[in-house]
């Protein structure tokens, strides 16, 4: 129905950038709400950042300064930047998508790994 495919994770150095896409297969129009997750072994799921059909945007505390989420409505990509990346930023990255119509309904996709080193 919708799938969600994140891309662009890795291995880095402290310090060091990555920029993660999720490719929707729909229109993001579509979904009231982007996001991307993160969870680390042993942890819950933490939102990452989010951004609106309006384009409104709210970070985690933890990533404010350093993370920045956007998107391209032409080609249904939503993106992450990551910069001064730290080793607690090593997670498993999730990109989700929000329905709200008569409910709210999440999608998710696989997940991206992203590894920092120290």
């Known amino acids: 129905q919708v799938q969600l495919v994140e891309s662009g994770g890795g291995l880095v150095q402290a310090g060091g950038s990555l920029r993660l896409s999720c490719a929707a297969s729909r229109s993001i129009f579509s979904f009231n709400a982007l996001g991307w997750y993160r969870q680390a072994p042993g942890r819950q799921r933490d939102l990452v950042a989010t951004?609106?059909?309006?384009?409104?945007?709210s970070y985690a505390d933890s990533v404010k300064g350093r993370f920045t989420i956007s998107r391209d409505n032409t080609k249904n990509m939503v993106y992450l930047q990551m910069n001064n990346l730290k080793p607690e930023d090593t997670a498993i990255y999730y990109c989700?998508?929000?329905?709200?119509?008569?409910?709210?309904?999440?999608?998710w996709g696989q997940g991206t790994q992203v590894t920092v080193s120290s």
């Open positions: 989700n998508a929000r329905v709200l119509v008569l409910s709210m309904r999440d999608y």
């Open positions: 951004i609106t059909t309006g384009g409104t945007t």
